[in-house]
């Protein structure tokens, strides 16, 4: 695990220009806007190269890229899904789905990590496939974790609880783990034991009751 906390990083690809203000070739100006989880499964479903919506309750949150006013990205954030990463305080990019505009994927990986710092997380994490180049999350300024990982669906434990997973064709390829680090976690975290009340308990919407 990397222990360089919160040290300062490039900006990311979409907004940097050179000297005399003129953006890279390529370049265009893009901004973030909230949207709904919904709105971006949707779009994850349209333009996906090969995952589908992100599986219910995962999810936390959403943002999406605009040029101009048009959509040409989002990005899901949400808890993290190996068990090991899920520590209470750190969130995981679980999709990103971009049309075909130059540095839409680096922009949506330095948005959500300034969101999930923002947020009061600890890190903020996100895998990529081998066969990837990576390219987005160097240019957000992300570090290269760990290569050469197994998805549970690549070994015998994804066969246990009676899981069965429709192979698709990236499933026999090892993905990259890429994080960004604000700081160490600091233990379990205690949640009161509250009992909720009972819906015939709660008061008239309205009333003030």
Same mark, same amino acid.
């Given at each position: 695990?990397? &222990?360089?906390?919160?040290?300062?990083?490039?900006?990311?690809?979409?907004?940097? $220009?050179?000297?005399?203000?003129?953006?890279?070739?390529?370049?265009?100006?893009?901004?973030?806007?909230?949207?709904?989880?919904?709105?971006?499964?949707?779009?994850?479903?349209?333009?996906?190269?090969?995952?589908?919506?992100?599986?219910?309750?995962?999810?936390?949150?959403?943002?999406?890229?605009?040029?101009?006013?048009?959509?040409?990205g989002v990005a899901i954030v949400g808890r993290p899904t190996n068990r090991n990463s899920d520590d209470g305080e750190t969130v995981e990019v679980l999709r990103i789905a971009a049309l075909d505009?130059? &540095?839409?994927?680096?922009?949506?990986?330095?948005?959500?990590?300034?969101?999930?710092?923002?947020?009061?997380?600890?890190?903020?994490?996100?895998?990529?496939?081998?066969?990837?180049?990576?390219?987005?999350?160097?240019?957000?300024?992300?570090?290269?974790?760990?290569?050469?990982?197994? $998805?549970?669906?690549?070994?015998?434990?994804?066969?246990? &609880?009676?899981?069965?997973?429709?192979?698709?064709?990236?499933?026999?390829?090892?993905?990259?783990?890429?994080?960004?680090?604000?700081?160490?976690?600091?233990?379990?975290?205690?949640?009161?034991?509250?009992?909720?009340?009972?819906?015939?308990?709660?008061?008239?919407?309205?009333?003030?009751?």
């Open positions: 695990m990397s &222990n360089h906390y919160d040290r300062p990083r490039p900006e990311s690809s979409a907004s940097v $220009s050179d000297r005399r203000g003129v953006k890279p070739h390529g370049a265009v100006r893009l901004s973030a806007v909230a949207c709904t989880v919904a709105k971006a499964q949707r779009f994850v479903r349209a333009v996906h190269r090969h995952h589908g919506p992100v599986p219910g309750g995962y999810a936390y949150w959403a943002i999406a890229a605009l040029s101009g006013r048009s959509v040409v505009v130059p &540095n839409v994927c680096s922009f949506l990986l330095a948005t959500c990590a300034r969101t999930a710092k923002a947020a009061g997380c600890a890190s903020i994490i996100t895998y990529t496939l081998e066969t990837e180049s990576g390219d987005s999350p160097k240019a957000a300024g992300w570090d290269r974790e760990a290569d050469g990982i197994v $998805s549970w669906w690549q070994h015998s434990s994804g066969a246990e &609880n009676g899981r069965i997973v429709k192979p698709r064709a990236h499933y026999d390829v090892r993905k990259v783990r890429w994080a960004r680090r604000f700081r160490p976690t600091g233990g379990p975290i205690v949640w009161p034991e509250v009992e909720p009340p009972c819906m015939g308990e709660l008061p008239l919407f309205g009333t003030g009751q």
